[in-house]
Protein backbone atom coordinates (compact mmCIF):
# COMPACT_ATOMS: atom_id res chain seq x y z
CA UNK A 1 0.00 0.00 0.00
CA UNK A 2 1.49 2.76 -0.93
CA UNK A 3 -1.68 4.72 -0.19
CA UNK A 4 -2.93 8.15 -1.15
CA UNK A 5 -5.80 9.46 -3.58
CA UNK A 6 -5.82 8.60 -7.01
CA UNK A 7 -5.03 10.05 -10.18
CA UNK A 8 -2.19 11.92 -11.68
CA UNK A 9 -0.22 12.59 -8.64
CA UNK A 10 3.17 14.50 -10.02
CA UNK A 11 6.24 12.97 -10.98
CA UNK A 12 7.37 11.25 -8.05
CA UNK A 13 3.76 9.69 -8.10
CA UNK A 14 4.75 5.64 -6.54
CA UNK A 15 7.19 7.26 -4.25
CA UNK A 16 7.44 6.01 -0.97
CA UNK A 17 8.88 8.13 1.87
CA UNK A 18 9.12 7.01 5.38
CA UNK A 19 9.67 10.16 7.55
CA UNK A 20 11.24 10.24 10.57
CA UNK A 21 12.45 13.98 11.19
CA UNK A 22 10.80 16.73 13.20
CA UNK A 23 10.81 20.20 13.22
CA UNK A 24 11.65 22.11 10.06
CA UNK A 25 14.07 21.06 7.98
CA UNK A 26 13.07 17.38 7.42
CA UNK A 27 9.22 18.59 7.39
CA UNK A 28 10.17 20.93 5.36
CA UNK A 29 11.81 18.86 2.18
CA UNK A 30 9.47 15.90 2.73
CA UNK A 31 6.57 18.25 2.27
CA UNK A 32 8.33 18.86 -1.21
CA UNK A 33 8.31 15.46 -1.82
CA UNK A 34 4.74 15.12 -1.12
CA UNK A 35 3.72 18.02 -3.16
CA UNK A 36 5.08 16.09 -6.23
CA UNK A 37 3.56 13.09 -5.93
CA UNK A 38 5.38 11.26 -3.21
CA UNK A 39 3.14 9.00 -0.61
CA UNK A 40 4.77 10.63 2.68
CA UNK A 41 4.40 8.53 5.82
CA UNK A 42 5.20 10.95 9.23
CA UNK A 43 6.14 9.11 11.84
CA UNK A 44 5.87 10.64 15.11
CA UNK A 45 6.46 9.78 19.07
CA UNK A 46 3.65 9.76 21.32
CA UNK A 47 3.75 13.41 21.96
CA UNK A 48 4.12 14.34 18.26
CA UNK A 49 6.36 16.76 16.37
CA UNK A 50 7.84 19.52 18.48
CA UNK A 51 6.37 22.20 16.37
CA UNK A 52 2.44 20.91 17.22
CA UNK A 53 3.39 22.72 20.44
CA UNK A 54 5.33 26.15 18.73
CA UNK A 55 2.47 28.91 19.31
CA UNK A 56 1.43 31.36 18.95
CA UNK A 57 -0.35 31.88 16.45
CA UNK A 58 -2.51 29.48 15.91
CA UNK A 59 -5.73 27.67 13.34
CA UNK A 60 -8.79 26.63 14.77
CA UNK A 61 -6.29 25.46 17.76
CA UNK A 62 -3.88 24.16 16.02
CA UNK A 63 -0.24 25.53 15.58
CA UNK A 64 0.37 27.52 12.42
CA UNK A 65 4.03 26.84 12.11
CA UNK A 66 3.45 22.98 11.93
CA UNK A 67 0.85 23.68 9.31
CA UNK A 68 3.13 25.45 6.95
CA UNK A 69 5.64 22.38 6.38
CA UNK A 70 3.57 19.04 6.56
CA UNK A 71 0.98 19.00 4.43
CA UNK A 72 0.83 16.05 2.25
CA UNK A 73 1.38 13.50 4.58
CA UNK A 74 0.09 10.52 6.52
CA UNK A 75 0.71 10.31 10.48
CA UNK A 76 1.39 7.52 12.58
CA UNK A 77 2.22 7.75 16.41
CA UNK A 78 5.04 4.99 16.97
CA UNK A 79 7.33 4.80 20.31
CA UNK A 80 10.49 3.35 19.40
CA UNK A 81 10.48 2.03 22.92
CA UNK A 82 8.00 0.11 22.06
CA UNK A 83 9.54 -2.87 20.41
CA UNK A 84 5.65 -3.75 19.18
CA UNK A 85 6.20 -0.31 17.61
CA UNK A 86 9.55 -0.50 16.98
CA UNK A 87 9.09 -3.88 14.63
CA UNK A 88 6.58 -1.55 12.53
CA UNK A 89 8.97 1.14 12.01
CA UNK A 90 11.53 -0.96 10.89
CA UNK A 91 9.04 -2.64 8.52
CA UNK A 92 8.00 0.65 7.24
CA UNK A 93 11.48 1.08 6.01
CA UNK A 94 12.08 -1.35 4.63
CA UNK A 95 9.29 -1.36 2.16
CA UNK A 96 10.45 2.54 1.58
CA UNK A 97 12.12 4.58 -1.36
CA UNK A 98 13.34 6.93 1.01
CA UNK A 99 14.10 7.15 4.73
CA UNK A 100 14.52 10.30 6.07
CA UNK A 101 15.70 11.53 9.81
CA UNK A 102 17.08 14.25 12.21
CA UNK A 103 17.94 12.23 14.99
CA UNK A 104 21.10 13.04 16.64
CA UNK A 105 23.74 11.09 14.81
CA UNK A 106 23.66 7.12 15.71
CA UNK A 107 21.03 7.65 17.88
CA UNK A 108 18.62 5.67 15.44
CA UNK A 109 21.19 2.59 15.77
CA UNK A 110 19.47 1.38 18.99
CA UNK A 111 16.30 0.87 17.30
CA UNK A 112 17.55 -0.74 14.03
CA UNK A 113 16.68 1.89 12.18
CA UNK A 114 20.34 3.68 11.71
CA UNK A 115 21.21 3.38 7.70
CA UNK A 116 23.61 0.26 8.27
CA UNK A 117 20.69 -1.50 9.74
CA UNK A 118 17.72 -0.45 7.42
CA UNK A 119 20.15 -0.77 4.19
CA UNK A 120 20.75 -4.12 4.85
CA UNK A 121 17.31 -5.00 4.88
CA UNK A 122 16.73 -2.81 2.14
CA UNK A 123 19.82 -2.24 -0.18
CA UNK A 124 18.14 0.06 -2.84
CA UNK A 125 17.07 2.21 0.05
CA UNK A 126 17.77 5.97 -0.33
CA UNK A 127 18.47 7.17 3.03
CA UNK A 128 18.60 10.67 3.93
CA UNK A 129 20.44 12.39 7.59
CA UNK A 130 20.15 15.77 8.72
CA UNK A 131 22.23 16.71 11.45
CA UNK A 132 23.52 20.44 12.80
CA UNK A 133 26.88 19.42 12.85
CA UNK A 134 27.81 16.56 10.62
CA UNK A 135 28.32 13.15 12.14
CA UNK A 136 32.21 13.50 13.23
CA UNK A 137 33.15 15.32 16.37
CA UNK A 138 30.64 17.88 16.02
CA UNK A 139 28.06 14.69 16.48
CA UNK A 140 26.57 15.80 19.85
CA UNK A 141 26.34 19.28 19.14
CA UNK A 142 22.57 20.20 19.31
CA UNK A 143 21.64 21.46 15.62
CA UNK A 144 19.26 24.42 16.27
CA UNK A 145 19.23 27.03 13.35
CA UNK A 146 19.61 29.63 15.36
CA UNK A 147 22.92 28.13 17.04
CA UNK A 148 24.09 27.62 13.46
CA UNK A 149 23.69 31.75 12.01
CA UNK A 150 25.94 32.39 15.57
CA UNK A 151 28.30 30.13 14.52
CA UNK A 152 28.45 30.24 10.86
CA UNK A 153 28.89 34.25 10.81
CA UNK A 154 25.91 34.87 9.05
CA UNK A 155 25.02 36.99 12.84
CA UNK A 156 27.72 38.98 12.37
CA UNK A 157 26.71 39.96 9.22
CA UNK A 158 23.51 41.42 10.06
CA UNK A 159 22.57 44.03 11.77
CA UNK A 160 23.78 47.59 11.39
CA UNK A 161 27.60 48.21 11.41
CA UNK A 162 28.14 49.79 15.26
CA UNK A 163 24.83 47.67 16.59
CA UNK A 164 24.85 44.24 17.64
CA UNK A 165 24.90 41.24 15.72
CA UNK A 166 21.35 39.68 14.47
CA UNK A 167 19.65 36.71 13.63
CA UNK A 168 17.43 36.62 10.26
CA UNK A 169 14.03 36.97 10.45
CA UNK A 170 13.50 33.41 9.74
CA UNK A 171 15.28 29.50 10.48
CA UNK A 172 17.01 30.37 6.99
CA UNK A 173 19.73 27.56 7.18
CA UNK A 174 17.20 24.74 8.56
CA UNK A 175 14.95 25.94 5.14
CA UNK A 176 18.19 25.54 3.04
CA UNK A 177 19.51 22.28 4.71
CA UNK A 178 15.98 20.94 3.71
CA UNK A 179 16.17 22.31 0.51
CA UNK A 180 19.84 20.26 0.01
CA UNK A 181 18.08 17.57 1.53
CA UNK A 182 15.54 17.54 -1.32
CA UNK A 183 18.38 17.58 -4.06
CA UNK A 184 20.36 14.98 -2.37
CA UNK A 185 17.13 12.55 -2.23
CA UNK A 186 16.64 13.33 -5.81
CA UNK A 187 20.44 12.59 -7.32
CA UNK A 188 20.33 9.70 -5.38
CA UNK A 189 17.23 8.15 -6.56
CA UNK A 190 18.68 8.82 -10.33
CA UNK A 191 21.65 7.03 -9.65
CA UNK A 192 19.61 4.81 -8.01
CA UNK A 193 17.44 4.15 -11.07
CA UNK A 194 20.87 3.84 -13.35
CA UNK A 195 22.22 1.58 -10.97
CA UNK A 196 19.46 0.09 -8.60
CA UNK A 197 22.15 0.67 -5.87
CA UNK A 198 20.61 2.78 -2.81
CA UNK A 199 22.86 4.97 -0.76
CA UNK A 200 23.18 7.26 2.59
CA UNK A 201 23.02 11.26 1.70
CA UNK A 202 23.82 13.24 3.96
CA UNK A 203 22.96 16.93 4.93
CA UNK A 204 24.10 19.12 8.13
CA UNK A 205 23.03 22.93 9.14
CA UNK A 206 26.44 24.33 9.05
CA UNK A 207 28.02 22.85 5.40
CA UNK A 208 24.42 24.15 4.46
CA UNK A 209 25.60 27.62 6.22
CA UNK A 210 28.59 28.02 4.48
CA UNK A 211 27.69 27.34 1.25
CA UNK A 212 24.62 30.02 1.64
CA UNK A 213 27.02 32.56 2.70
CA UNK A 214 28.05 32.77 -1.23
CA UNK A 215 29.90 35.95 -1.89
CA UNK A 216 30.75 36.30 2.10
CA UNK A 217 32.22 32.39 2.39
CA UNK A 218 34.08 33.48 -0.98
CA UNK A 219 35.42 36.60 0.04
CA UNK A 220 36.88 34.60 3.15
CA UNK A 221 38.01 30.95 1.62
CA UNK A 222 39.00 32.57 -1.67
CA UNK A 223 40.23 36.43 -1.04
CA UNK A 224 41.71 36.08 2.47
CA UNK A 225 38.90 38.82 3.72
CA UNK A 226 36.41 38.58 6.80
CA UNK A 227 33.37 40.91 5.62
CA UNK A 228 31.46 42.79 8.65
CA UNK A 229 28.29 44.29 8.92
CA UNK A 230 26.95 46.71 6.87
CA UNK A 231 23.56 47.31 7.60
CA UNK A 232 21.44 46.88 4.16
CA UNK A 233 24.09 47.70 2.12
CA UNK A 234 26.48 45.69 -0.12
CA UNK A 235 30.17 45.32 0.21
CA UNK A 236 30.44 44.78 -3.73
CA UNK A 237 27.76 46.37 -5.46
CA UNK A 238 25.94 50.29 -5.60
CA UNK A 239 23.82 51.13 -4.91
CA UNK A 240 22.34 47.78 -3.50
CA UNK A 241 20.02 48.80 -0.86
CA UNK A 242 17.24 50.55 0.24
CA UNK A 243 17.13 54.43 -0.63
CA UNK A 244 14.58 56.69 1.04
CA UNK A 245 11.97 58.66 -1.15
CA UNK A 246 8.87 61.15 -0.41
CA UNK A 247 7.37 59.05 1.83
CA UNK A 248 9.37 56.00 2.39
CA UNK A 249 12.52 53.59 1.58
CA UNK A 250 12.46 51.77 -1.75
CA UNK A 251 14.92 48.83 -2.54
CA UNK A 252 17.22 50.09 -5.66
CA UNK A 253 19.30 47.46 -7.02
CA UNK A 254 21.20 48.77 -9.93
CA UNK A 255 23.87 46.02 -10.10
CA UNK A 256 25.63 46.56 -13.24
CA UNK A 257 26.80 49.34 -15.47
CA UNK A 258 23.34 49.48 -17.96
CA UNK A 259 21.31 49.10 -15.17
CA UNK A 260 22.95 52.38 -13.07
CA UNK A 261 22.88 54.57 -16.50
CA UNK A 262 19.05 53.98 -16.76
CA UNK A 263 18.55 54.51 -12.93
CA UNK A 264 20.03 58.22 -13.45
CA UNK A 265 17.94 58.67 -16.48
CA UNK A 266 14.93 58.07 -15.06
CA UNK A 267 16.39 60.09 -11.74
CA UNK A 268 16.49 63.07 -14.33
CA UNK A 269 20.67 63.36 -13.91
CA UNK A 270 21.52 61.47 -17.00
CA UNK A 271 25.37 63.12 -16.74
CA UNK A 272 25.94 61.24 -13.39
CA UNK A 273 26.31 58.05 -15.63
CA UNK A 274 28.83 59.58 -17.35
CA UNK A 275 31.03 61.28 -14.10
CA UNK A 276 34.19 59.10 -14.32
CA UNK A 277 33.81 59.20 -10.60
CA UNK A 278 30.29 56.25 -11.23
CA UNK A 279 31.12 55.17 -14.48
CA UNK A 280 31.65 51.51 -13.34
CA UNK A 281 30.61 49.30 -10.43
CA UNK A 282 34.23 49.30 -8.45
CA UNK A 283 33.75 53.03 -9.29
CA UNK A 284 30.55 53.56 -7.58
CA UNK A 285 31.07 51.13 -4.71
CA UNK A 286 34.13 52.44 -4.01
CA UNK A 287 32.44 56.12 -3.97
CA UNK A 288 29.31 54.97 -2.41
CA UNK A 289 28.83 58.41 -0.46
CA UNK A 290 29.77 60.90 -3.32
CA UNK A 291 27.06 58.93 -5.51
CA UNK A 292 24.50 58.63 -2.53
CA UNK A 293 22.99 62.47 -1.52
CA UNK A 294 22.95 62.76 -5.82
CA UNK A 295 20.54 59.97 -5.30
CA UNK A 296 18.75 60.77 -2.89
CA UNK A 297 18.40 64.31 -4.50
CA UNK A 298 16.12 63.03 -6.64
CA UNK A 299 14.58 60.01 -5.06
CA UNK A 300 12.97 63.00 -2.46
CA UNK A 301 10.72 64.48 -5.08
CA UNK A 302 8.21 61.29 -5.46
CA UNK A 303 6.97 58.51 -3.65
CA UNK A 304 8.33 54.91 -3.45
CA UNK A 305 5.30 53.56 -5.36
CA UNK A 306 5.66 56.07 -8.04
CA UNK A 307 9.66 55.33 -8.49
CA UNK A 308 8.62 51.63 -8.61
CA UNK A 309 6.59 52.09 -11.48
CA UNK A 310 8.60 54.17 -13.33
CA UNK A 311 11.98 52.59 -12.76
CA UNK A 312 10.40 49.21 -13.54
CA UNK A 313 9.65 50.02 -16.46
CA UNK A 314 12.78 51.43 -17.48
CA UNK A 315 14.57 48.02 -16.69
CA UNK A 316 15.73 49.06 -13.20
CA UNK A 317 15.53 46.14 -10.15
CA UNK A 318 13.72 48.01 -7.29
CA UNK A 319 10.76 47.24 -5.19
CA UNK A 320 9.31 48.23 -1.61
CA UNK A 321 10.27 47.06 1.56
CA UNK A 322 6.21 45.04 2.44
CA UNK A 323 5.16 43.58 5.53
CA UNK A 324 4.31 39.88 4.58
CA UNK A 325 0.90 40.78 3.69
CA UNK A 326 2.00 43.09 1.35
CA UNK A 327 4.64 40.30 -0.13
CA UNK A 328 1.61 37.93 -0.39
CA UNK A 329 -0.19 40.58 -2.60
CA UNK A 330 2.55 41.51 -4.72
CA UNK A 331 2.66 37.73 -5.80
CA UNK A 332 -1.28 38.20 -6.38
CA UNK A 333 -0.68 41.20 -8.21
CA UNK A 334 2.00 38.93 -10.60
CA UNK A 335 -0.40 36.22 -11.26
CA UNK A 336 1.76 34.11 -9.04
CA UNK A 337 -1.58 32.59 -6.80
CA UNK A 338 0.71 32.28 -3.78
CA UNK A 339 -1.96 31.04 -1.66
CA UNK A 340 -3.69 27.70 -2.10
CA UNK A 341 -6.36 25.54 -0.04
CA UNK A 342 -5.75 21.81 0.97
CA UNK A 343 -8.48 19.75 2.54
CA UNK A 344 -12.04 19.80 2.58
CA UNK A 345 -14.51 21.36 4.61
CA UNK A 346 -13.54 21.63 8.05
CA UNK A 347 -10.16 20.55 7.33
CA UNK A 348 -9.31 22.94 4.77
CA UNK A 349 -6.37 25.10 5.22
CA UNK A 350 -4.79 27.80 3.61
CA UNK A 351 -0.94 26.89 2.44
CA UNK A 352 1.61 28.78 0.32
CA UNK A 353 1.67 27.26 -2.92
CA UNK A 354 5.20 24.93 -4.22
CA UNK A 355 7.65 27.00 -5.61
CA UNK A 356 8.50 25.23 -8.25
CA UNK A 357 5.88 25.10 -11.58
CA UNK A 358 5.90 22.10 -13.69
CA UNK A 359 4.39 21.94 -17.53
CA UNK A 360 3.43 18.27 -17.60
CA UNK A 361 3.45 16.91 -13.50
CA UNK A 362 2.03 19.85 -11.44
CA UNK A 363 2.20 19.57 -7.57
CA UNK A 364 -0.59 18.67 -5.98
CA UNK A 365 -2.10 18.95 -2.38
CA UNK A 366 -3.89 16.62 -1.90
CA UNK A 367 -4.12 16.05 2.07
CA UNK A 368 -4.37 18.75 4.56
CA UNK A 369 -1.43 18.73 7.73
CA UNK A 370 -2.43 15.23 9.56
CA UNK A 371 -3.17 15.50 12.98
CA UNK A 372 -1.37 13.24 15.11
CA UNK A 373 -1.86 9.80 14.33
CA UNK A 374 -4.59 10.36 12.28
CA UNK A 375 -3.69 7.46 9.75
CA UNK A 376 -2.23 5.46 12.57
CA UNK A 377 -5.24 2.57 12.35
CA UNK A 378 -4.28 2.25 8.77
CA UNK A 379 -0.78 2.52 8.35
CA UNK A 380 -0.65 -0.12 11.42
CA UNK A 381 -2.92 -2.41 9.86
CA UNK A 382 -1.18 -2.34 6.41
CA UNK A 383 2.30 -2.78 8.25
CA UNK A 384 1.27 -5.76 10.10
CA UNK A 385 -0.31 -7.21 7.08
CA UNK A 386 2.99 -7.59 5.51
CA UNK A 387 5.08 -8.64 8.88
CA UNK A 388 2.29 -11.50 9.25
CA UNK A 389 2.53 -12.90 5.12
CA UNK A 390 6.83 -12.84 5.63
CA UNK A 391 6.34 -14.86 8.96
CA UNK A 392 4.06 -16.80 7.07
Known amino acids: MSGGSGGSRGPLDGLLVADFSRILAGPY ?25 WTPPVRDGVSTYYLGINRGKRSIALDFRDEADARLARELARRADVVIENFKPGGLARYGLDHASVSTQNPGVVYA ?27 SLTGDPDGPPYRAGISVFDVMAGNHAALGILAALRHRDATGRGQLVEVNLLSSALTGLVNHSSSYVAGDTVPYRMGNAHPSVFPYEP ?18 RKLCEVLGIPETADDPRFRHNADRTERREELRPLLLERLKTRTALEWFDLLVDAGVPCGPINTIDGGFAMAESFGLDPVVEVGEGDRAVPTTRHPIRFSETPAAYRLPPPELDEHGAELRKWLQDLLEDDDA
Open 243 to 260: LPTADQDLIVTAANDGQF
Open 29 to 53: ATMLLADLGADVVKVEGPQGDDTRT
Open 129 to 155: SISGFGAGPGRNVPGYDLMVQAISGLM
